[in-house]
């Protein structure tokens, strides 16, 4: 399998250099066998998936994908020296450190087995890490190819839609359609028909570089718990968020910004054209609204707002014209960029990204499947972000911070986890 990697995935393999960018899918099951009696069964499975069984090539213009032979030293097997779930997640953190080289494998599976004290466990746990470059897909397509590498057989393959030759007249045409759209999108906004464009935040102490020991944390609860009539999972978790973020800034001495919010990540509309299909967007939290189910009201409404202007014609068209810009001046954009230069504001001051991850019928080692997390990457002015991940009924809010944000991540983690029983409660699912 070959061919040109698409600009919007070509652009996130070269921003990898200047920000790691990896994926890590957490999966864990209630499964006592070794590690090392299911390498080979995934090995094998891996071996079936054709998305798995290519890597990138440096070429002129744009990369290319190109086979590759899967083997034994893509799923690598863990010894936890406590043998806990505590120390399963630091090390999974410490990977976070040792990103994929796309150009020798965009994909590892980490296996780490006989966990004492993973949520959800009866006895021993079998946990399941996948680590992929972001430019091999992006959530929904890396949650597809976990599934499938984990045993699951009647999931589709991701479209596939690799860009043609740059063709200077069409990139006019393009440019001029997005130009002539973007004047409508100004005049449809300027009419109350489309929201505007959410506007920058103040910077807070989680909005600093990532610096000192990175952690991770779960906080595994029943779906019911998060979702109810009116609010959706994702609206529930980003409120359970913005009630914890709050409350930690206020243990902390610190003032909540009247307009605190939350860099979210939105699906595109219409056909996947690339294996990343998605725009981040950034929301009000409300943290002025005391009563949980309000502010998820609100949080609803912020995020209907963000996909009404997101849908606009205009920015399809900014899309495509973007994705005919000559490789060359896209890669000299990029290594023009400077992590180290601050930004005065931000989109969000912290990051959810929400996917759900099918039914809870994966099996593993003799076990089903208990719960599954993911961690999205912390950048120069990012070090607090947050995962939604559900899989059966069971929904995960991972934490991945760093020193320099969250001096005590199990700090953090309580109040979130009390911030899930506020919204609980108020659903009238108890606690």
């Not at 979130?416 to 919204?423: G, P």
Request: proline share 7%.
């Amino acid at each position: 399998m070959s061919g040109r990697l698409h600009p919007t995935d070509a652009q996130a393999y070269w921003m990898s250099s200047k920000i790691p960018n990896d994926q890590f899918l957490l999966y864990c099951f209630d499964a006592s066998a070794p590690a090392t009696d299911v390498v080979d069964q995934l090995v094998s499975n891996a071996r079936s998936i054709p998305e798995l069984g290519i890597r990138f090539a440096d070429a002129f213009g744009f990369p290319r994908t190109v086979s590759m032979t899967v083997g034994p030293h893509q799923v690598i097997t863990h010894t936890l020296p406590d043998g806990t779930w505590t120390g399963c997640l630091r090390a999974v953190a410490e990977l976070f450190a040792h990103p994929v080289d796309p150009l020798e494998t965009p994909w590892l599976l980490h296996l780490f087995g006989s966990v004492s004290g993973a949520p959800r466990c009866t006895g021993p746990a079998l946990v399941a890490v996948l680590q992929v470059s972001h430019a091999l897909g992006d959530g929904r397509v890396a949650s597809s190819l976990a599934r499938q590498l984990l045993g699951e057989r009647d999931s589709s393959s991701p479209l596939r839609n690799p860009r043609g030759r740059f063709r200077p007249i069409e990139f006019v045409k393009q440019s001029r359609r997005a130009q002539a759209l973007e004047r409508t999108l100004a005049a449809d906004t300027a009419a109350g028909l489309i929201p505007p464009q959410s506007p920058g935040r103040e910077k807070i102490r989680v909005n600093v570089a990532p610096a000192g020991e990175r952690s991770i944390r779960t906080v595994v609860r029943d779906r019911a718990e998060l979702s109810g009539p009116g609010v959706t999972v994702t609206v529930g978790a980003i409120t359970a968020v913005s009630i914890a973020l709050s409350n930690y800034l206020r243990r902390c001495g610190d003032s909540v910004p009247e307009r605190l919010g939350a860099e979210v990540t939105l699906g595109k509309r219409g056909p996947r054209r690339a294996r990343n299909h998605f725009r981040n967007a950034g929301i009000d939290l409300y943290p002025a609204v005391v009563d949980p189910l309000e502010r998820a009201k609100h949080i609803s409404a912020a995020l209907r707002d963000r996909r009404a202007r997101a849908d606009h014609p205009a920015m399809a068209a900014q899309a495509l014209a973007s994705e005919m810009v000559p490789a060359v001046l896209l890669r000299w954009g990029i290594r023009q960029f400077d992590a180290t230069v601050l930004p005065d504001s931000v989109t969000g001051n912290t990051v959810v990204s929400s996917v759900d991850r099918g039914a809870a019928d994966l099996v593993l080692g003799g076990g089903r499947i208990r719960f599954t997390a993911g961690f999205p990457a912390l950048s120069p002015v990012m070090s607090l972000t947050h995962g939604v991940h559900g899989i059966g009924d069971v929904v995960t809010i991972s934490v991945t911070s760093s020193a320099s944000a969250v001096d005590d991540p199990d700090v953090y983690a309580g109040l979130l986890h009390d911030a899930v029983d506020e919204m609980a409660a108020r659903l009238g699912r108890g606690v």
